[in-house]
C-alpha cells in the first residue's frame, strides 16, 4: 500500500528534552511538508522539502530543525527552544512543490509537559 | 485579513439537506485550490480539486469564482458520514516573503442529524 506514514501516534515529553518525529513515504514524492495544526487554528507550515538535502523554513520554523537526507523520509526536530510544543503534527507530501495535491499522514500528538 | 477565510460553523443539517461552504482568499494570482475533509482527530483527506470551470464527484460539487475569489463545496443528499470538518486550501505566492505555499482555512464544521 502506499503511503504516508508517521510515528509514533502519540509522544509525551518532559519541557527541556528534544524530540523527533518520524515522516516515512512510498509514493515517490519529490516534495514533503510538516504542519503542525492547534484547536481552532488552521494548520501552519513549519518546514518544507522540494528535494533531497534541500528544505526551507515555513511560517513557523523557529525551535524546529529536518533533515531530508533520503527522498522517502523527512524527520522533524522539536527542540527544547519551541515555546509551545504541545500541538498535532502532520507530515504531508507531494509530487512536487507546485499546484499538486498534498497529501497526508496519519499525524502525531505531541504533548509537552 | 486572512490570506483564507472560513466560516467556522457548525453548520447542522438533516440528513438529506443539501448544503454549501465557502472559502474566500485574498492572493488575487492563487493558482490552485483543494477541498479536504477532517474527521475529528485525524489528518486532512483530499477531498477534490477545484478546477476552473467547477468539477462534480457524485454528491459533491466544488466551484471556483476568480472574480469574487472564492471556492464553495456544494453537498447534496448529506449522510450522517458526511459529519466532519471541511477545510478549503490555496496554492499561490506567499504574500508578505518569497516561495510559494498551500495555505489552509480553519475549517467549517458539518453535523448531519437525524
Known sequence: ?113 | RKEVEQDPGPFNVPEGATVAFNCTYSNSASQSFFWYRQDCRKEPKLLMSVYSSGNEDGRFTAQLNRASQYISLLIRDSKLSDSATYLCAVWGRILTGGGNKLTFGTGTQLKVEL
Not at chain 1, 528534552?17 to 509514493?27: K, P, R
Open chain 1, 1 to 113: 500500500d502506499g503511503g504516508i506514514t508517521q510515528s509514533p501516534k502519540y509522544l509525551f515529553r518532559k519541557e527541556g528534552q528534544n524530540v523527533t518525529l518520524s515522516c516515512e513515504q512510498n509514493l515517490n514524492h519529490d516534495a514533503m511538508y510538516w504542519y503542525r495544526q492547534d484547536p481552532g487554528q488552521g494548520l501552519r507550515l513549519i518546514y518544507y522539502s522540494q528535494i533531497v538535502n534541500d528544505f526551507q523554513k515555513g511560517d513557523i520554523a523557529e525551535g524546529y530543525s529536518v533533515s531530508r537526507e533520503k527522498k522517502e523520509s523527512f524527520p522533524l526536530t522539536v527542540t527544547s527552544a519551541q515555546k509551545n510544543p504541545t500541538a498535532f503534527y502532520l507530515c504531508a507530501s507531494s509530487i512536487g512543490h507546485s499546484t499538486y495535491e498534498q497529501y497526508f499522514g496519519p499525524g502525531t500528538r505531541l504533548t509537552v509537559t
